[in-house]
């Protein structure tokens, strides 16, 4: 089971950070993504990390801006959002893929397992 938090309002440039806590099952040889939805738009993959060596994938839209990394020891991936923009503001999602595959695929929702319940981030101008 996966438990999103951190999420909140801030305004623009502001920062934050979320955390995605695992509980039932150990994050070994996992692929850990946060996604985000917007009203009225699909889901799309923001950031994952691989439990395995550490390597670290972000969308187009998010990079510079966002850092993901995980706590293996205590079963935690980290979201730190910053410069943050009106266009971030969804509900953020973190998700576990056991059986990882072709990491050009890291995006594609339907591959991972398990899904947290949701956090919303709101930005402001």
């Known amino acids: 089971q996966l438990q999103a938090s951190g999420g909140g309002s801030v305004q623009a440039g502001g920062s934050l950070r979320l955390s995605c806590a695992a509980s039932?099952?150990?994050?070994?040889?996992?692929?850990i993504g946060w996604f985000r939805q917007a009203p009225g738009k699909e889901r799309e993959g923001v950031s994952c990390?691989?439990?395995?060596?550490?390597?670290?994938y972000y969308a187009d839209s998010v990079k510079g801006r966002f850092t993901i990394s995980s706590d293996n020891a205590k079963n935690t991936v980290y979201l730190q959002m910053s410069s943050l923009e009106r266009e971030d503001t969804a509900v953020y999602y973190c998700?576990?893929?056991?059986?990882?595959?072709?990491?050009?695929?890291?995006?594609?929702?339907?591959?991972?397992?398990?899904w947290g319940q949701g956090t919303q981030v709101t930005v402001s101008s």
């Open positions: 998700a576990a893929d056991f059986t990882p595959g072709p990491w050009s695929t890291w995006q594609d929702s339907n591959l991972y397992d398990s």
């Open positions: 039932g099952l150990s994050f070994d040889d996992h692929a």
């Open positions: 990390i691989s439990s395995s060596d550490g390597s670290t």
